[in-house]
């Protein structure tokens, strides 16, 4: 299996331990994402000092040490420090995602790469924090039944995923560019499944 599918098999893995955890296990995993992140970023920023690219990226760097700050702020206990650290969370990601953006529209070429490397983190990060907002009603919602459904079928598609990656991990070289589309379909399907709670 390549790296690509390894990756994937991890994320997955991943997810799927995320969803069973209990209380203070999910803070405990979520605080663990957010170290996670921010050594992502102080790589990025890192790469970003180095390279040749200079001052340009100096908005960039601004956009993610502000977001390096958030996820440095305490411990998310409660459903409302959480719901907080969330939105701050994810208007920082934004911030730093369309600063990459812009980067990239000024024609520099090697920000692409950083751009979707930041991207696949940001969006793997969103997801998580789903999860945790899931955890978090699960415990007030009246709909408890209903989130416990969606927690099952959540499962069901990780396992589903997991075998597709088992499947064609064994496949040739010359078809990971359909198997990487499909499995960013099952994961966008994934995705949405969990947002339609919070909707």
Do not use: C
């Amino acid at each position: 299996m390549n790296k690509f599918m390894e990756d994937w098999s991890k994320e997955l893995d991943d997810l799927d331990i995320t969803i069973s955890l209990g209380e203070e296990e999910y803070v405990e995993a979520f605080e663990k994402q957010k170290a996670k992140l921010s050594h992502f970023i102080e790589d990025m920023t890192s790469s970003l000092e180095n390279s040749e690219l200079g001052e340009k990226t100096q908005p960039l760097r601004t956009k993610l040490d502000e977001l390096k700050v958030q996820l440095a702020l305490g411990r998310a206990e409660t459903q409302d420090a959480f719901e907080t650290q969330r939105k701050n969370l994810e208007t920082k990601l934004h911030e730093a995602n369309s600063a990459y953006e812009k980067l990239q529209e000024r024609g520099e070429q090697k920000t692409g790469e950083w751009a979707r490397a930041f991207k696949d983190r940001a969006e793997g990060f969103k997801t998580r924090l789903d999860l945790l907002r899931l955890h978090f009603s699960l415990g007030v919602a009246d709909a408890h039944d209903e989130l416990e459904s969606l927690r099952s079928e959540l499962k069901d598609k990780i396992s589903g995923m997991k075998k597709k990656i088992e499947v064609k991990g064994e496949e040739a070289e010359d078809k990971w560019d359909e198997i990487s589309e499909e499995l960013g379909e099952a994961y966008e399907h994934f995705k949405g499944a969990l947002k339609r709670v919070f909707s």
